[in-house]
């Protein structure tokens, strides 16, 4: 019997894991939730992003919610801000004074030529006790009520 090569499937979906976040993470209502998102060597200089699924600042719209220009310097806009670590190949969106309206799916994002490279990240604004969900260790949510 021949044998036929196999072909990794890792490598062949290689660019659906140049972003990896969270999945999920949890804040009660006036708190906040920063989520990590990192990303593959190559990309420390690109842009990177945070964008809604719908909406107004929808990511099917190319609008991002804040985004930074390639650098390590904090962006702010309104009540959500975005940091890099080239070094550590991560980057940070924290969402403060969180509200019912704040709670959906969005994305953390690497914007570059062609697709851009995306991990989804499903928000939950609730009452109670904050918690990491779907996370790995030394990864995600970090979750501070205010």
Request: with cysteine; glycine share 12%.
């Amino acid at each position: 019997m021949e044998t036929v090569p196999r072909v990794s499937l890792a490598l062949s979906l290689a660019g659906c894991w140049a972003v990896t976040g969270p999945g999920a993470v949890r804040g009660p209502p006036g708190g906040s939730v920063a989520v990590r998102c990192r990303y593959q060597t190559g990309y420390e200089s690109y842009q990177k992003f945070w964008c809604r699924e719908g909406g107004r600042w929808s990511c099917s719209n190319w609008f991002h919610i804040v985004e930074t220009d390639g650098s390590e310097a904090e962006v702010t806009r309104d009540r959500v801000s975005i940091q890099d670590n080239h070094t550590q190949r991560v980057f940070t969106v924290t969402l403060e004074n969180l509200a019912w309206a704040d709670a959906g799916t969005y994305h953390c994002g690497v914007g570059r030529t062609g697709p851009d490279l995306r991990a989804s990240v499903e928000v939950t604004v609730s009452p109670g006790k904050s918690r990491r969900r779907g996370v790995a260790a030394g990864e995600g949510a970090l979750l501070s009520p205010w």
